[in-house]
């Protein structure tokens, strides 16, 4: 009889168990199912190639970024060692939080000084059950320093203020294929001629394919509604590899944009994309990344 109780009660206690282990198991199920809702890593980083990414930094994280444009121009004398023009972009960048950043910089070539902000507005889902895409608004704002004697408002400080704002919508497709569409909306304060709009609408086209685990082949192009008439005008086109080193992103690119500045690069390239000169120019990102926050660093 005892052995009966005995036996019964490790029944019990067994079925007990499993019970209390499978709700243990359907609650890490719904945990590890809430942990992977979202889609990581559309972009690897804050920009593509030349153009801003639905990617946002995480909170606390400040990158100084400094971009390099090099070319050559079709003069018979060649004007440096290595190439004829360089065109160089300081910045801080600052995730404010893991859906917001904001960043200022300034260029030499052109003396364009710009600030942004850019915000994730909504996350893509993995599940179904959401968004199927990602979707950022991104607000910028530069100032031309430079003089300009053809222009109607050389003399008007605040002629000198261009606007761009984007809606990047992206989509990651694949583990290892993004693609992302930028509509854009551009006002320039610079007139050069009573026929050229000051608003311009684009859209912008880029994709990213994984090659490795730190390596992506990157591209982006820019098509442009309405352009300059007083001037000729393409839209910018770029190829080229992103290579992630810890806490260095290098990124490098062919492209026929001279600026790194949106109103500047979207509106304003003034050559076509082939291989006569000045029409192809190296591009080279370095990007370093403090983490501001401990946590950040303990996370990776």
Do not use: C
């Amino acid at each position: 009889m005892k052995a009966k109780r005995l036996y019964f009660f490790l029944v019990l206690a067994f079925m007990v168990s499993s019970v209390k282990a499978q709700d243990l198991l359907d609650i890490l199920d719904k945990e590890r199912k809430d942990t992977l809702r979202y889609a990581e890593a559309t972009f690897k980083f804050s920009r593509i190639s030349f153009g801003h990414s639905v990617q946002t930094r995480k909170d606390g994280t400040l990158d100084v970024f400094i971009t390099n444009r090099f070319w050559n121009t079709p003069a018979d004398r060649s004007q440096s060692f290595f190439v004829d023009r360089l065109s160089t972009r300081f910045a801080l960048e600052y995730g404010v939080s893991d859906r917001l950043m904001f960043g200022v910089g300034g260029t030499t070539f052109d003396g364009r000084f710009d600030s942004f902000l850019k915000y994730k507005l909504v996350k893509q889902r993995v599940d179904g059950n959401g968004s199927p895409f990602s979707l950022s608004l991104f607000q910028n704002a530069s100032y031309f320093s430079e003089s300009l004697s053809g222009s109607r408002y050389d003399a008007i400080s605040s002629g000198r203020f261009s606007f761009t704002t984007q809606l990047l919508v992206a989509k990651k497709i694949t583990p290892k294929f993004s693609l992302q569409v930028s509509p854009t909306f551009i006002h320039r304060g610079l007139v050069y001629g009573p026929e050229d709009p000051q608003n311009h609408f684009a859209v912008g086209f880029g994709g990213r394919y994984k090659l490795g685990a730190h390596v992506s082949f990157v591209s982006e192009y820019y098509y442009v509604a309405n352009p300059l008439k007083s001037i000729d005008t393409y839209g910018p086109f770029s190829i080229g590899v992103n290579w992630e080193l810890s806490d260095v992103m290098l990124q490098f690119m062919l492209t026929n944009a001279v600026s790194t500045v949106e109103d500047a690069f979207i509106a304003q390239t003034r050559n076509n994309f082939n291989f006569k000169n000045p029409n192809l120019n190296f591009g080279f990102n370095f990007t370093y990344t403090f983490h501001l926050k401990n946590k950040l660093k303990r996370k990776k």
